[in-house]
């Protein structure tokens, strides 16, 4: 049965999903006046309801705090790509409201989500009440942007099993759910699917190389998680 997430409050949802996305700013305490101006809510999402679609103007951005976003592109030929599969706690939605630009892409939940809608106003709040927010948000840009440029360069000029470690790499600095364990195996939130659409390969392809990592010892695959042991 597909349960709707426990409620939350919007200032603690908030609260940790900046802490979570930016962990320089544990600690710091944020600015409450972005939730008591009702900027700042939190909206659930059935199931199969969409976001916001490809091309609707950006006003505002989200966190992913229950359940999982697909964001998937539609081509002018009709044919769907999905971009990823948001897991919480995630923020997501950024470029395109940060730049004032309509979506490139659309959102639709794949179950029952509990989502933060963030409005202009809470982020110029943040930005300009909230120490140290604005370096972590360039900084996390940064990382985004140097993640996609390495996965481009990869699709255009890697070997499969190249582009596969390139995307796990990828997924671990994005998914990892906490440090490796005593044994050296670090659990990432991801499907077998975002892992080829990461890499750029088929799903035939990707589970060959999953196949051969598993048989290597190299890697453990259980329902919506990869399992990546650690080597030091």
Sequence with gaps: MDRPPPATSANAALQALMCANFPELDGALMPAEAVLQGSVSLRRLARGRTL??????????????AGEIEARFTGLDGTVSVLEHVQAPRLFGLAAFAAGQAASYETLATQSSQVLVIDPAAYAMLM??????????????ARRYDGTLRLLEASRHRSAPERF??????????RAAGPPDAQGWQTLRATQAELAAVA???????????????????????????HLRIVS
């Design 128 to 141: 300009d009440r909230w120490p140290g927010f604005a370096r972590a948000l360039m900084a996390e840009f």
């Design 165 to 174: 470690a390139l995307a796990l790499a990828q997924l671990r600095r994005d």
């Design 200 to 226: 750029n390969l088929s799903r035939q392809t990707v589970n060959q190389l999953l196949q051969q990592a598993q048989a290597e010892g190299r890697l453990r695959c259980s329902y919506g998680q990869l």
């Design 52 to 65: 916001f679609a490809q091309g609707q103007p950006a006003l505002a951005f989200y966190g992913l705090v």
